[in-house]
């Protein structure tokens, strides 16, 4: 039996001899033997092993060590991939302290020498420690010293002294005449311009530009990094992205190649202003429109970057217009007041001197060109090719610009041409989803030939699906071409078919985008009618998306079904008048108790089964789809049991106990218990009277 009763303090129990261990049992931890003999070679050997670093040696004996540090925390809270680290070892270690130099370009000094100095500190303290030991622990420490404030340093410019370069010298035994020397015309004196302070920010305006910018280019990302022509710069500031203008057609010549633009995104926007650059066009037409984007941009800071992008694609060619509606006006009073200034200043002859020469660098003269001139990119370097150019308009049979073939509209930012069968949600709800798009769509689709309904599956964005009707055969093929659905637009794409006409929306796979980090999640199921909920993975938001009503709306019909090979075969005169049953009512040796005769598609030939078919025939037998009634002699579609005229079974069945008419049994000991006649005329009354 175990006691309960406590064991006092330096009492044994028979368990423990004693209850501490003494001191001087206490060993210290061994230390190999090279380290013994040379700790600076077994420490570097350490290093070597662990980091694979480049070694030196300085002209002092000192080692340098360069290698890099990935900090080993899950959670490191700055975008730093790796630590640049340069380890010098004096020759005297490990009496003489190491030292660490960062040699980081995309760290600020200030947060280097912050590092540098806790590797100081961690040195003075952990003395005894291994190189490995000290550099873990500033793997531990390094978010600790990037979090202490920066280090204020100066930036030491040299400057080069001319001065002496401007000086006459004069040297011994040589007249210190003046030279006399004509001086070169004055070029006309620039007007200075006042000096305007560079606009400051507080600390909280910083902070709040920060935190918006960094959420309007997640939405912007979310939404354009798909796209083909979207690119982004290393250091954040300029994406390149796919631009596509409503009205193509009544653009300015020189912009009507845009397909892309560079939107320029300050690191203090919106505090900076927001620029474009449009990329493949004419600079001369270009310039003006970036100016006007550039000054709406300004004035209108509450709009997102998406809502720019989106008044730029839809407005372009309106702001085209109003630019060069401005640009004449705006150009002639300063070309008048240019040269008057200039005719005031300049002297008689210099003006003669500088009208006489041909290439006119002293003045510029803006004169507006007619848009004629320079239609169809002319260059009009020389006289003589805008001569030939505008004699070759002349001899043209008919006068008049040049006409541009029509170009379909595309719709949005994701350029997809309407065309074919647009699918669209109407009244769809959306709640804490900032885009919707159909991941994986799958349809029911109507033939045209035999207007039979078949389901098209598994149909992916761009990507080609065919498919063969289930009742005739008729190839059906259809394309989805996606597009973004959000509160703005209901449109989810477009579908191209041939041979087929979209019926319905069948449940398919859709991929939301919270509304709050604009983060996609996985492909959720749904269909019309049905509301759909759940958590974002990455800020734990909830969502839920319905989608009460489907529109198909056919913009241009789709391709039609290829034609028939060869000619159409007759079908056989087989003498039959309906109402009347077949010879033998259908049946043949092989099935004795099928009334019916089948129409096999392979030959379009009657035969009573399958094995009467291949007795007559040189080729395999194909699936019937057809049949005729054995009771009534009517064509009709295959069906399993009965004549869809007659209602009469086709398949015969065997007795099942009663009597039925004749045709069932008539064995009493088979008969049913429940049939009439099963104990009829067995003994009974008869009997009875005669005794």
């Not at 669209?424 to 035999?450: D, H, M, W």
């Not at 041979?499 to 449940?507: E, F, I, K, R, S």
Request: with cysteine; charged share 25%.
């Amino acid at each position: 039996m175990l006691s309960t009763t406590p064991i006092p303090r330096g009492a044994t129990d028979g368990q423990q001899a004693v209850a501490e261990a003494s001191l001087s049992r206490a060993v210290q931890k061994p230390i190999p033997t090279s380290q013994r003999i040379d700790p600076r070679r077994y420490q570097l050997d350490q290093i070597k092993r662990r980091f694979s670093p480049k070694l030196g040696t300085l002209q002092n004996g000192t080692t340098t060590v360069r290698f890099r540090l990935k900090p080993s925390d899950p959670d490191f809270p700055f975008e730093l991939e790796h630590l640049e680290c340069e380890l010098h070892v004096p020759a005297s270690y490990p009496e003489g302290a190491p030292t660490l130099s960062v040699k980081n370009t995309d760290i600020p000094r200030g947060f280097c020498i912050n590092i540098e100095r806790g590797w100081d500190k961690i040195v003075s303290e952990s003395r005894g420690h291994t190189l490995l030991a000290l550099t873990t622990a500033l793997d531990k420490h390094l978010e600790a010293f990037l979090s202490e404030q920066k280090v204020e340093t100066v930036t030491l410019m040299s400057f080069k002294d001319t001065r002496h370069l401007d000086q006459s010298t004069t040297y011994l035994g040589e007249s210190s005449e003046p030279i006399v020397q004509v001086a070169p015309p004055e070029p006309p004196t620039p007007r200075q311009r006042s000096y305007i302070p560079e606009e400051s920010f507080t600390g909280e305006q910083i902070a709040n530009a920060k935190a918006r910018r960094a959420q309007e280019i997640r939405q912007l990302e979310s939404r354009m990094s798909r796209l083909q022509l979207y690119q982004k710069s290393a250091d954040g500031v300029v994406y390149t992205l796919p631009l596509e203008p409503r009205r193509r057609a009544e653009l300015p010549q020189g912009l009507r190649s845009v397909q892309s633009i560079q939107l320029i995104i300050p690191l203090l926007y919106p505090l900076q202003a927001l620029r474009v650059l449009l990329s493949d066009v004419e600079s001369e037409d270009a310039e003006p429109l970036e100016e006007a984007f550039a000054t709406r941009a300004a004035q209108h800071t509450e709009m997102t970057l998406m809502n720019h992008l989106n008044y730029l694609s839809q407005h372009m060619h309106t702001i085209a217009k109003q630019v060069q509606v401005l640009k004449p006006v705006l150009s002639a009073p300063l070309s008048s007041n240019t040269t008057d200034e200039q005719e005031s200043e300049v002297p008689e002859p210099q003006a003669a001197a500088a009208a006489d020469r041909a290439d006119g660098k002293s003045h510029i003269h803006v004169i507006p060109r007619p848009p004629e001139w320079s239609y169809g990119h002319d260059s009009g370097d020389s006289e003589d090719s805008g001569s030939d150019s505008w004699d070759s308009g002349e001899d043209s049979e008919e006068g008049g610009a040049e006409i541009e073939p029509y170009q379909a509209h595309v719709s949005g930012t994701t350029q997809q041409t309407e065309r074919g069968t647009a699918i669209s949600f109407p009244t769809i709800e959306l709640y804490g989803v900032e885009l919707l798009q159909i991941s994986i769509l799958n349809l029911s689709a109507k033939c045209q030939r035999c207007k039979t309904p078949n389901d098209i599956t598994g149909l992916k964005p761009e990507a080609e699906k065919t498919t063969s009707c289930r009742k005739c055969g008729s190839p059906l093929t259809a394309t989805f071409r996606q597009e973004l659905v959000h509160a703005n637009s209901t449109r989810a794409g477009f579908i191209d078919v041939s041979g087929c006409t979209v019926a319905d929306m069948l449940p398919s796979t859709f991929v939301p985008t919270c509304a709050k980090c604009s983060t996609p999640s996985q492909g959720l199921v749904s269909v019309r009618g049905e509301a759909v909920t759940n958590v974002c993975r990455e800020c734990h938001g909830r969502f839920t998306f319905k989608i009460p009503q489907v529109k198909f709306l056919a913009i241009t019909p789709g391709s039609a079904l290829p034609p028939t090979v060869g000619p159409r075969r007759r079908l056989e005169k087989l003498g039959l008048h309906a109402g009347e049953p077949l010879p033998g009512r259908g049946a043949c040796p092989h099935y004795r108790r099928s009334y019916r005769w089948f129409r096999f598609s392979c030959c379009s030939k009657v035969h009573p089964c399958d094995k009467c078919h291949d007795a007559d025939e040189d080729h395999p037998q194909e699936w019937a789809n057809r049949m005729i009634c054995g009771w009534c002699s009517r064509e009709q579609n295959y069906a399993v049991e009965a004549c869809a005229f007659c209602g009469r079974s086709v398949i015969g069945k065997r007795g099942k106990g009663f009597w039925e008419g004749g045709k069932g049994t008539r064995d009493k000991a088979r008969m049913n218990r429940k049939d009439k006649r099963k104990y009829r005329r067995t003994g009974g009354g008869e009997a009875k009277k005669k005794d």
